[in-house]
């Protein structure tokens, strides 16, 4: 059983920046994937990006490209979103989620098996 804890999230100006962070209890990543996804009010979950604990490769969705990172600490267990020039349409709750993914998958969030409680960003503009 994996238990992720998010934190790091908050209220932030548009163009500011946010490092969310991903711990997990128990088990580690060791054959995952990690995603983060968001939802905001009224609106379907949807991938933010992914890492694959092994061998680190990243994938983003294009609203996100080039202004978000994700990055992994092995002897934390922890993931990181760093998240950079923050507008107004990428507040949402956020998650992440664990799951054993390969491929195209990991863009699904009904793929993930465990998932953290969500944290809130805020960009205000």
């Known amino acids: 059983q994996v238990q992720l804890v998010e934190s790091g999230g908050g209220l932030v100006q548009a163009g500011g920046s946010l490092r969310l962070l991903c711990t997990a209890s128990a088990r580690t990543f060791s054959t995952y994937a990690v995603g983060w996804f968001r939802q905001a009010p009224g609106k379907e979950r949807e991938f933010v990006g992914a890492?694959?604990?092994?061998?680190?490769?990243?994938y983003y969705a294009d609203s996100v490209k080039g202004r978000f990172t994700i990055s992994r600490d092995n002897a934390k267990n922890t993931v990181y979103l760093q998240m950079n020039s923050l507008k107004s349409e990428d507040t949402a709750v956020y998650y992440c989620?664990?799951?054993?993914?390969?491929?195209?998958?990991?863009?699904?969030?009904?793929?993930?098996?465990?998932w953290g409680q969500g944290t809130q960003v805020t960009v205000s503009s």
């Open positions: 890492i694959f604990w092994r061998g680190g490769s990243t």
């Open positions: 989620a664990a799951g054993s993914i390969s491929g195209t998958s990991l863009y699904t969030h009904a793929n993930y098996r465990y």
